[in-house]
């Protein structure tokens, strides 16, 4: 199997799980660059001003690095457009920092970002080792600090467009359960802390341009079943490659609106497609925007994240 294909991560699992010959042809096919759009960038902008206000930057200080984090045209006619109808344009991220600072000295007026091996826990990067070559990697938005009690807790920052924020969004979010039991993982390693059952979701409504911060427990069950679920789509790669067949689901072809990259070429021959030696395709590495190496805080194996959950449920049972 090509190593590409081993690669995991939440997105990538979302991916094979759409749609198996999109996860092929987005791992080993590199026919389509994904672009950047209005929404993912707002999303990332606003979550660096939130990182940094949460690390103590000061209001000029966050401002600025949400400017460098911005990748967008600001002085783009067709951009400023499609971006005001959305209330998202890089004004409207700079108010969205502008009321997060209230929830700053409320929600999180007792918490602070957790510190590991000398690093603050932003972006908190992991990769997990599932045997065989498959590695899963992220990266947690923000792990936060409880100032007396020394709880870990996960925070994941949103961005929608909705009036109103509905349970169903997140409350069974996968990448939020992983999160957590990556952090079961990491506690172990520092008995001054203990993990939270908890991950905060903050939610900023665009429309309404505030904030909602809404908070879930993820239970012993939910994080075994999260642990369960990586196998399962691990033994489905296993199998689409044995068989050479991977499923195309033609109901996912056309997405928020969008034509899936690959509709126009997902039906040709990998021959044609220079896909038909998968000796000949580059492994792709790791690595950030400029080049550099992703540097992992936590390489952690399956075997850890198991023994936690175990530890876990005997120390409440």
């Given amino acids: 199997m090509h190593p590409n294909l081993k690669n995991l991560s939440h997105s990538s699992r979302e991916v094979l799980q759409r749609c198996p010959t999109e996860y092929r042809l987005y791992k080993i096919g590199g026919l389509v660059d994904r672009e950047d759009t209005i929404d993912t960038d707002f999303g990332a902008t606003v979550g660096v001003g939130v990182q940094a206000l949460l690390l103590g930057n000061s209001y000029h200080e966050t401002i600025w690095k949400m400017f460098l984090a911005w990748k967008g045209d600001l002085l783009s006619t067709s951009d400023y457009t499609a971006a005001s109808k959305k209330k998202k344009f890089f ?4 108010a969205a920092i502008d009321n997060f600072r209230v929830t700053l000295n409320t929600v999180f007026k007792d918490w602070e970002v957790a510190v590991f091996k000398g690093k603050p826990a932003v972006e908190l990067s992991f990769r997990i080792d599932f045997g065989d070559g498959f590695l899963d990697r992220g990266h947690v938005d923000v792990v936060l600090r409880h100032k007396v009690t020394g709880e870990l807790r996960v925070l ?29 993982a990491i506690a172990k390693q520092y008995p001054e802390h203990f993990s939270s059952y ?17 908070p879930f427990k993820k239970t012993f069950l939910q994080r075994a079943s999260w642990i369960k679920s990586v196998m399962i789509d691990i ?9 050479n067949f991977w499923p195309k689901y033609g109901q996912n072809c056309m997405r928020f609106f969008k034509q899936c990259p690959y509709f126009d070429i997902c039906g040709m021959s990998d021959k044609a497609l220079r896909l038909d030696d998968e000796s000949k395709i580059p492994v792709k590495k790791d690595a950030r925007e400029d080049g550099r190496p992703v540097e ?11 023994e936690a959950q175990i530890e876990a449920t005997e120390e409440t049972s």
């Fill in 156 to 184: 994941e920052l949103k961005t929608t467009a909705f009036d109103s924020v509905s349970e169903a969004q997140y409350k069974n979010s996968q990448q939020g359960v992983g999160y957590g039991v990556v952090l079961d």
């Fill in 198 to 214: 908890e991950v905060l979701y903050l939610v900023y409504k665009t429309k309404q341009m505030e904030w909602e911060p809404i």
């Fill in 91 to 94: 004004w409207y991220a700079i």
């Fill in 235 to 243: 033994a489905s790669i296993e199998m689409y490659d044995r068989e």
């Fill in 296 to 306: 992992y805080i936590f390489d952690l194996h399956v075997l850890d994240l198991l």
